[in-house]
């Protein structure tokens, strides 16, 4: 998309058409959505529903809040701050992180995330929670792009790239040794934030989150098999954002690569099956959490088409009568505030 309008702009240029060229440009240089940060509701924006297999329509595992003039990101997987900006979200308000657990997927545009927005005009410090293990991520990252921040800085000049809004800060949420452990993470401008365990195992520590807001509730379940406290937190929630991976096509996936001789690769994905949620399991979470909305993400393999969507829900409006959402980069949804 972006190339075929750079493409546009460059034909225009050529033949003479400057004032239609500005206004492209304009167009392009003003597309984020500021209503978003001065709305009482509460938004949430998928800006990585893609998983760790290469998709070029799909971003790595993202999802935006935006509620209280904050743009809030629940892991920043690989290119996903790209599509964000793409959806119109002012990247200038992205100031915080809340990652679910460390997998490459869920981390990986971490530091494009935070230069990014540093240099869309962000100049509050850059906040990262998580669960343990948090702080190790964020000093890695601040090491990788301290030498891009300091030339930055040089070149453009303290007053409009300031060094000390460049890198972040970890911020490691205590959470219990229990299954159904939880911590209030944030409680400001009306915005709560509520970190829970779920059962990524082996993987640990792994987490998930509610977000309330103005009468209103969203929960993002993280990676995690079906568990009875995505059930519990997901409770009064009017959307669910869960996981999702198809261990059918799976199956199929693990068949073929054993017959043609790769074992790596079968080995791999089989495990892969055993710490995920299938589509109907992540219905029947919400049916007992009695949510409104469940929006699918992070979805293994992520469906290509229509057909292939419809298989990959088989069997979910069966489970969950309320409303189901395959999502797909750069949705966004708008939950009225009730208070």
């Not at 103005?214 to 954002?241: C, E, F, I």
Request: hydrophobic share 45%; net charge negative; proline share 5%.
């Amino acid at each position: 998309m972006r190339t075929a309008v750079l493409l546009v702009t460059v034909v225009l240029a050529a033949s003479g058409c400057d004032g239609l060229v500005d206004r492209l440009i304009e167009r392009n240089l003003r597309r984020a959505d500021r209503t978003l940060l001065t709305s009482p509701d509460l938004t949430v924006v998928l800006c990585g529903t893609g998983g760790p297999l290469a998709d070029a329509q799909r971003a790595g595992a993202c999802t935006a809040i935006v509620a209280g003039g904050e743009v809030m990101l629940v892991d920043v997987g690989p290119g996903s701050f790209e599509t964000l900006d793409l959806a119109s979200v002012p990247t200038d308000a992205v100031a915080t992180v809340f990652l679910t657990h460390f997998h490459s997927d869920h981390i990986g545009d971490l530091g494009e995330a935070t230069t990014q927005s540093w240099i869309a005009g962000r100049t509050r410090p850059f906040d990262v929670y998580g669960p343990a293990g948090t702080a190790r991520v964020v000093d890695g990252f601040n090491t990788a792009y301290a030498a891009d921040a300091d030339a930055r800085t040089l070149h453009h000049g303290e007053a409009y790239l300031p060094r000390a809004a460049a890198g972040m800060h970890a911020h490691e949420v205590a959470l219990a040794d229990a299954p159904d452990a939880e911590a209030v993470v944030l409680d400001r401008n009306g915005l709560k934030v509520t970190m829970f365990r779920v059962d990524h195992d082996p993987v640990r520590p792994a987490v998930g989150y509610r977000f309330d807001y103005k009468g209103r509730a969203v929960v993002v379940s993280g990676d995690t098999r079906k568990s009875p406290n995505v059930v519990k937190h997901a409770k009064g929630a009017d959307m669910l954002v869960h996981e999702a991976l198809s261990r059918d096509a799976f199956g199929r996936a693990i068949a073929v690569a054993d017959r043609i001789g790769m074992p790596r690769l079968a080995k791999m994905a089989k495990d892969a099956t055993e710490y995920h949620t299938t589509p109907v399991e992540a219905a029947e979470v919400a049916r007992e959490a009695g949510v409104e909305t469940l929006v699918l993400t992070h979805l293994v393999p992520a469906p290509s088409n229509w057909f292939l969507e419809r298989r990959f829900l088989s069997g979910v409006q069966e489970a969950f009568p309320g409303k189901v959402v395959a999502g797909r980069d750069g949705m966004r949804f708008t939950l009225a505030a009730r208070q």
